[in-house]
């Protein structure tokens, strides 16, 4: 057989997403959209088959009829990172939140009394809590590789102004259960609408008043870093996957910035060192306006403590400060942290 002359670039390739409608069975074509994010680039995932390569008695080396590889109950992780459009983050804080699908507010929360939420096959409605997953082939579909109950673990959202001027950016890291699925659709439906000129994000946008660092206003930032954390587990080993996925770990929301060192965050130090067992510190928002509106990018943890102040040395002073969201209760309804897009 002749060696093939065809290349590929890197960027041919995409990475989708579509809202799932029932655990077990990926998006198709028709149904809900597969939006194309937009990535930096498009990695391999790990799908982290079970595999022995141990000698057995009786040999100095591995025989073939010792091998034993099987992709049944394991976690497949899946991690991409790019430009933070709308799509992308409609569907990335819908899912990491455990919001309802379709979520009209464009403020995604996740509250102080937020109880442990488990999806999995037989349940009667999973819209909303699951994500089909296409890295589609930059040169046919049959090579394309497809995950199904998918789940939003860990999502980070950042911006840097001496990168792309404040733009803002993301990473995550999504987990699948199941088995791997070949998409051969060649019909699978792909909204690529996303535009630099229209869904761009950018910390410009915030107000001095309402960039608030622990009830600290009016700081002068240069980067900032926002992580959230909602880990799944996945019990139930079937031929196909797993039975449950379960969320039932902490939930956790925490800001890494730096600001500039000034008369307005001179007190931090003391602020870091002194705070109240028991208590929260104050507010932290990063927003254009008081409350969280749709269509503009903006952070709120309405309550917050500091886990970190520390210089850093620049040109000028500056200091790197570490932020986590607390709650109000578990009683409470108030929300732990809200992102709106």
């Not at 009829?65 to 799509?87: C, L, P, Q, W």
């Not at 979520?103 to 939420?117: D, K, T």
């Not at 699978?188 to 869904?199: G, K, L, N, R």
């Not at 031929?239 to 770990?249: E, L, M, Q």
């Amino acid at each position: 057989m002749a060696i093939s002359q065809a290349a590929y670039s890197s960027s041919a390739f995409q990475f989708l997403i579509a809202e799932q409608d029932a655990f077990g069975t990926i998006e198709g074509a028709g149904d809900n959209a597969y939006h194309a994010l937009d990535v930096d680039s498009v990695g391999s995932p790990s799908l982290n088959p079970n595999q022995a390569l141990d000698v057995r008695a009786g040999s100095r080396v591995l025989q073939a009829t010792d091998f034993f590889h099987s992709n049944v109950a394991t976690v497949k992780e899946i991690s991409v990172s790019g430009t933070a459009t709308t799509n992308a983050l409609d569907l990335l804080l819908e899912n990491i939140m455990g919001e309802a699908e379709g979520s009209a507010s464009g403020v995604y929360s996740f509250l102080s009394n937020a109880s442990a939420q488990s999806v999995g096959r037989g349940a009667s409605s999973q819209a909303g809590t699951l994500l089909s997953v296409v890295i589609k082939s930059g040169f046919g579909t049959n090579a394309d590789l497809s995950f199904k109950d998918c789940v939003v673990t860990s999502l980070s959202l950042s911006g840097d102004t001496g990168t792309e001027g404040g733009r803002i950016k993301f990473s995550c890291t999504l987990k699948t259960g199941s088995a791997v699925e070949d998409l051969t659709d060649a019909t699978t439906t792909v909204d690529t609408a996303f535009t630099a000129a229209s869904e761009n994000y950018l910390m410009s946008s915030w107000a001095a008043a309402y960039r608030q660092l622990v009830g600290v206003a009016d700081v002068v930032m240069t980067s900032f870093t926002l992580n959230l954390t909602n880990d799944a587990e996945f019990t139930g080993p079937i031929s196909t996957g797993f039975d449950v996925i379960t969320r039932a770990g902490e939930f956790s929301a925490t800001l890494d910035s730096t600001i500039k060192y000034d008369d307005k965050c001179e007190d931090m130090f003391e602020n870091f060192n002194d705070q109240s067992t028991g208590a929260s510190e104050g507010a932290t928002k990063l927003n254009h306006q008081s409350a969280l509106a749709d269509a503009s990018f903006g952070i709120s943890m309405p309550l917050s403590v500091f886990t970190n102040v520390s210089f850093n040395e620049q040109t000028m002073m500056m200091l790197d400060v570490s932020i986590k969201a607390v709650g109000s209760g578990v009683g409470s309804s108030t929300a732990l942290v809200e992102v709106a897009c």
